[in-house]
C-alpha cells in the first residue's frame, strides 16, 4: 500500500525542480538581455573592445622597444665619433 506522504514528496521534489530549471532559465535570459544592452550601450559610448586595446598596447611596447634599440645604436656611434647627443625634446629643460 503506498504512503500518502510518499505522493506528496515526490510531488514537492518534481515542483522545487521544476521551479529550479525554470529560475535558471530566466537567470539566463536576464543576463542575455543585460549583456546585449551594455554591448548597446558600449558601442553607442565608442569604446575601445579589450582586443583593440590589448593590441594598441603591444604596439605601444615594441615602438618603446624601438626607441630604446635606437637611443643604444645612437650613443654607440656617438662614441664612436667623438661627438655628444643631444638631450631628446621634453628632456632636461623644459622647452619654451
Not at 40 to 68: G, H, P, W, Y
Request: proline share 5%.
Amino acid at each position: 500500500m503506498p504512503q500518502p506522504g510518499g505522493r506528496i514528496f515526490e510531488d514537492f521534489t518534481r515542483l522545487v525542480s521544476d521551479a529550479s530549471g525554470l529560475a535558471q532559465g530566466v537567470r539566463r535570459e536576464i543576463e542575455t538581455v543585460v549583456r546585449g544592452q551594455v554591448e548597446r550601450l558600449l558601442a553607442a559610448m565608442d569604446v575601445v573592445s579589450r582586443d583593440e586595446f590589448e593590441a594598441a598596447k603591444r604596439m605601444a611596447a615594441l615602438a618603446r622597444e624601438e626607441n630604446e634599440r635606437l637611443e643604444r645604436r645612437i650613443i654607440a656611434l656617438e662614441a664612436k665619433l667623438g661627438t655628444v647627443a643631444t638631450p631628446p625634446a621634453g628632456a632636461g629643460d623644459p622647452q619654451i
